[in-house]
Structure formats: structure tokens, C-alpha cells
């Protein structure tokens, strides 16, 4: 997740941000052994991508050319931007939700300019660069990926008016950091939160975790867990799927903020099973 509200224990320099949280990746003074621990995580992470990974993932990375050390945001907005008009800016980590909606309603894509220290390989609290970088940046040179979240941060604004961003959250979460599509005769994942974790990648896509068929009222109404792997998931077909559910957004927001929310890890009788 990238959305919350900045908090005292938050490692990043909010001091020097600008008001929209943004502030210089000065990609040329990182250190070398972060670009080491980019190299590590680099390469055991992408060696489970040709067997986990979707298809958009697998081309949008291999599209990034970013093996060789922490990446340069300047050139990789460079290579997207040609794609899909996205474009990367560094931030000090989670920012607050009007400021992530703005910027991806901009097409702007926020990524912590730090990364996690070598002892953190397997995990930590707070999103890093490699978390949002190689988890979130490949999907955002697929066309109707990048179509879906803008539109998701166009109705930002609308979700906070209304009392909505539970529902908005439970979008994001879901459908974002933890979706998998289904293609070339398996499922596959696509999210950030699964493709930045080794352990995740594989058991999203190969344990008997339930695997449930995408039905966008059902996901705006799901709660989710943030300590643990996940209890579930949900598939797609095509990315056009979610561009799609933004034409009656409005709606299902509203819908799902009054609706009583479904407990993590839930099946249904009307859930289908992938
Ligand atoms: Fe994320």
C-alpha cells in the first residue's frame, strides 16, 4: 500500500518534501551498497517471474532494464512514458491519500527513494523502492493497467467526500498489491505485494489458498490483513476488467461503504473458485 498518513516512526525525509510529498531521487549518490542489495533482491525475485509472474509483469520489466542497481526514476519515467505517458516520482514513503490519488490521477506513480537495509531482505513494514518499483512499476507499461489506475485516482477525491475510502483501500488491496490474472493455462500474479515477496509469489500462485473469480462489489466490500500472507485472492481475465468497473465506481463505493464488509479470509456459496 502506498496511501496512509505519514507517522513520526516512518524512516523517510518528510522534512524535504514538497507539499505534493515529491523530492529529488539523486540517483547519482546513492550508495553503492544499496545498489548491492537492489542487485540481491533484483535477481532472486525476478528468477520466480517466468514461472508466477503475469505476462505484463514479465514484459514491463524486462521493458525497465533495472538488474543492474537501484534504478534511476528519470529514465525508467523515460521508457513508460513512451508506453503509457506514466511517469515515477521519488517520495519519502507512504503519503497521505488526497496526495497518492492526485498523483496517480496525474499519472504519476509515487516510489520511495530508499531501500530496506540488508538485514530486511524478506521483509518490512513500510513499502521501499523495491517494493514499489519491481512489485508496481512493469504493470504500469500495459495500457489498460495504466488506463485503470488513473481512473482509480481520478475517484480519489470522490471516495473522501463521501466516506468511501474503505472501500477505496479495500480496491487497492486487494486488486493491486494481490491480484493474480489467469493466462497461459495457470494463474498468474500481477500484484505489487505478491511479485515483491518470494514467499508470496509462490503461494499465491501454486498453494490451495482459495483463488476466487473477480466480482468487483464481493472486493470492494472484502477485508484484508496486512501482517501475513494472504488468506485469498482474487483473478482476472484482462486488466480490461478493472478499467471496467470504473464506469460505475461512484456507485459501487457508495454501495460498499453501507454494505456490512466481509471478514478476511471469507468464502462465500456465491464465490467461484479458480
Ligand atoms: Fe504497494
Known amino acids: 500500500m502506498n496511501a496512509i498518513a505519514p507517522a513520526p516512526n516512518l524512516r523517510g525525509d518528510y522534512a524535504a518534501a514538497a507539499p505534493d510529498y515529491t523530492l529529488p531521487q539523486r540517483h547519482a ?7 548491492a542489495t537492489w542487485r540481491e533482491l533484483h535477481r532472486r525475485q525476478s528468477a520466480l517471474f517466468p514461472r508466477h509472474a503475469a505476462r505484463a509483469s514479465r514484459d ?15 529514465r525508467a519515467s523515460a521508457a513508460l512514458g513512451a508506453r503509457t505517458g506514466w511517469s515515477l516520482v521519488a517520495v519519502p514513503g507512504l503519503i497521505p491519500e488526497d496526495a497518492f490519488f492526485a498523483h496517480l490521477a496525474a499519472r504519476r506513480f509515487p516510489v520511495t527513494h530508499w531501500i530496506r537495509r540488508p538485514e530486511e531482505m524478506d521483509y518490512l ?18 495500457p489498460d493497467f495504466a488506463d485503470f489506475l488513473q481512473g482509480y485516482g481520478a475517484h480519489g477525491a470522490f471516495a473522501q467526500r463521501h466516506g468511501a475510502l474503505r472501500p477505496m483501500a ?25 511479485l ?6 509462490v503461494f499465491a500462485t501454486e498453494s490451495a489458498v482459495p483463488r476466487l473469480r473477480f466480482d468487483a462489489a464481493r472486493v470492494l466490500r472484502t477485508e484484508y490483513r496486512i501482517d ?13 476488467e478493472l478499467f471496467a468497473l470504473l464506469d460505475g465506481l461512484e456507485g459501487a463505493l457508495l454501495a460498499a461503504r453501507d454494505a456490512p464488509p466481509i471478514p ?7 464465490d467461484t473458485r479458480i
Open 196 to 201: 515483491s515477496s518470494a514467499a508470496e509469489t
Open 60 to 74: 514491463g520489466l524486462a521493458l525497465l532494464d533495472c538488474a543492474d542497481g537501484v534504478p534511476d526514476l528519470a
Open 228 to 240: 501475513d500472507l494472504q488468506p485469498l485472492y482474487f483473478v482476472i481475465e484482462h486488466y480490461r
Open 264 to 270: 478476511v479470509g471469507a468464502v462465500l456459496p456465491t
Open 170 to 194: 479495500r480496491l487497492y488491496w486487494h486488486m493491486v498489491e494481490f491480484g493474480l490474472i489467469r493466462e497461459e493455462g495457470g494463474v498468474r500474479a500481477y500484484g505489487a505485494g505478491i
Open 29 to 35: 549518490a546513492i550508495p553503492p551498497a544499496d545498489h
Open 125 to 142: 513494514e513500510e513499502p521501499d523502492i523495491f517494493h514499489d518499483f519491481l512489485g508496481h512499476v512493469p504493470l504500469l507499461a500495459h
